[in-house]
């Protein structure tokens, strides 16, 4: 069982910056992929990026096109954490932001059993 806790939601200016964190608990993080996902009023959980373990201390990122550029997910296997930096912040980025996790590798929600309870993003025009 993992149990994920994100934070560093916000309300900020389009163009601004954000740090989302998420910690797992569990001792083989390292293993586990990572998603983050968003959900804006109205619509459908989407992917956002996502950072996998292809063997060893190898990573793949992976990234939604509308993010590419903008957003960068990273790990630190030691804090047990994923980040996701969001920078060139746009209003359309405004969302509910949900961290995922799951040993398969994955950009639909049904890939993920593990979820966190989602932090609130803000994007003011």
């Known amino acids: 069982q993992v149990q994920l806790v994100e934070s560093g939601g916000g309300l900020v200016q389009a163009g601004g910056s954000l740090r989302l964190s998420c910690t797992a608990s569990g001792r083989t993080f390292s293993t586990y992929a990572m998603g983050w996902f968003r959900q804006a009023p109205g619509k459908e959980r989407e992917f956002v990026a996502g950072i996998n373990w292809i063997g060893r201390n190898t990573y793949y990122a992976d990234y939604a096109d509308s993010v590419k550029g903008r957003f960068t997910i990273s790990r630190d296997n030691a804090k047990n954490t994923v980040y996701l930096q969001m920078n060139s912040l746009k209003p359309e980025d405004t969302a509910v932001y949900y961290c995922?996790?799951?040993?398969?590798?994955?950009?639909?929600?049904?890939?993920?059993?593990?979820w966190g309870q989602g932090t609130q993003v803000t994007v003011s025009s």
């Open positions: 995922a996790a799951d040993h398969r590798v994955g950009v639909q929600t049904y890939d993920y059993n593990y």
